[in-house]
């Protein structure tokens, strides 16, 4: 497929995916390589998240660049995952310079997926590594792949209205910048498109929860980048842009039983309009959110 015909996130040049799939356990690792340098920023609006290197992503910290992202499912278990990448990422040389050798920086994020296959089998290094290893340029697949193997969505309305989530992808341009996003959506709420188009037959205003939802069991994931230029702080408004079309597509979004969580990542140097590019952003959250539930 020629790169004009890529509208996942590795159109972003130099990012390359891969993902790990347990299809009978229900379960999976998904990997986001990015090319260096870069600079990488974070946010949680769900009030459950796992997460790893998560600290380091915040305004003020010192470093930067992170090499890898890895999003994986086995709740807190698969963050063991992210091993596998630093030991990929240290054979290779890459990671943050130290004076005894570089550290590799991989910002890590975990959904709940145990109740859904075969809880016993979680994501480990080997895993994190077999994604690693695959990891390519081409779009990327979707669906119940990856970290997306046993996510579930429209969990708020009760189990008989529990539909399959996923990995979904989408690119755009902004002005000559390219602008993509990747998203695990293990949602508790609804999917539905940008205008507001029911994607899991839920009504366009949720009602009290059906049951009393478990906390940590629903979280969606979130790889937002651009090869337009960015400081941590200008990253932290297109979050911001990010999260908004988490809510308009996730219905009930950010809630207290999930871990919503964004990631965001400059990885070049083409000048535009942050504006505009925040605008990008909306919609390729937005669109990738859709594609997980409706492609594969």
Known sequence: MSAAANTTLTAVPGIRVGHWTDERAATGVTV??????????????????????FALLQPGMTVQSVQSIV???GSAFGLAAADGVVERLTQAGRGYPTS?????IVP????????????SVRPGADHGAAAFDIASIEPVEMGRVGAGTGATVAKWRGTDAVRPGGVGSFATRCGDATVGAL??????????????????GGDTVPGPPARPPHAGEQTTLVVVATDAAATRTELGRLIVRAHDALGTTLRPA????DGDIVFAV??????????????????TVGRA???????G
């Open 183 to 200: 998203a695990v959506v293990n949602a508790l709420g609804d999917v539905f498109t940008l205008e507001g188009e029911p994607l899991t």
């Open 266 to 283: 400059s990885c070049g140097d083409v000048h535009t309009d942050l504006d505009a590019l925040g605008e990008a952003v909306f919609e």
């Open 108 to 119: 890590s994020a975990i959904l709940y997926d145990l109740a859904v296959g075969d809880g």
């Open 71 to 73: 999003l994986a499912g």
């Open 100 to 104: 005894a050798g570089v550290v590799p």
């Open 254 to 257: 950010h809630t207290r039983y």
């Open 289 to 295: 959110v859709q594609r997980a539930v409706s492609v």
């Open 32 to 53: 986001v390589d990015l090319p260096e340098p870069n600079v990488a920023a974070a946010e949680v609006r769900g009030a459950a998240p796992g997460t790893r290197e």
